[in-house]
Structures are given as C-alpha cells and as structure tokens.
C-alpha cells in the first residue's frame, strides 16, 4: 500500500504538471529564439511592417489573443524580440508595450 502511495505522490504532480500549457501571452521579455519567426508562430495576426514597408515590425489584427489590446485610439504593432532596437524606437514614438507573444512584443502605438 505504501508503495503505491509513494508512486502516486511522484506521477500524480507529474501528469498534472504535463496537463498544463503555457499561456500564448504568458511570455517574457527576453527573446526565445535568436533567429526570425513569422509572427503567425507566436499567434498572432501580422498585416502590412510597420512604421514603412522595409521595417521589421507589424501591424497586428484582433484575433483571440489580441482582442483586448485593440481599441480606436490606437494601433496595435508586434515586433520580434530579437530585434531589441526596434523595440526601442516604437517606444521612443510613444508606444507601450502591452503583452509578450511568443517570440514577438506587442505595442500600443497612439493614432
């Protein structure tokens, strides 16, 4: 009996701990990867780059993760981690940072 007990003790936390997912917003700052991923594998919704067309951010769509970002009164951008001085610049033109995806941050840019 107190074996099976012991057993229980060590796989039940075990197969709980496996029934658990990482939340899709739930990330760091810190990049994951030190190589570009599409922004579609952090799942997000990209649209056109941002702030011109050779810029590595993007304007992002309302999608399950992002509808609570989105608002008229802003813009909601995504840039990769990696690309710290990116980052960097959006903050500089007055956006906030808002959640952490996967591999990429989310902005808030003011219109």
């Not at 190589?35 to 579609?40: D, F, H, L, Q």
């Not at 033109?93 to 989310?106: F, M, N, S, Y």
């Amino acid at each position: 009996m107190q074996t099976k007990i012991r057993i229980l003790t060590i796989v039940l936390p075990l197969m709980v701990a496996g029934c658990t997912t990482t939340p899709p917003l739930g990330y760091g700052p810190e990049p994951s990867t030190f190589r570009y991923t599409p922004p579609e594998s952090s799942g997000l919704l990209a649209f056109r780059a941002y702030p011109g067309p050779d810029d590595v951010c993007r304007v992002i769509g309302e999608n399950s993760l992002t509808g609570d970002f989105l608002d008229d009164s802003a813009l909601l951008i995504g840039c990769p981690k990696l690309e710290q001085g990116a980052i960097r610049d959006r903050v500089h033109d007055g956006a906030r940072i808002v959640a952490h995806a996967r591999d990429w941050t989310l902005l808030s840019m003011p219109n």
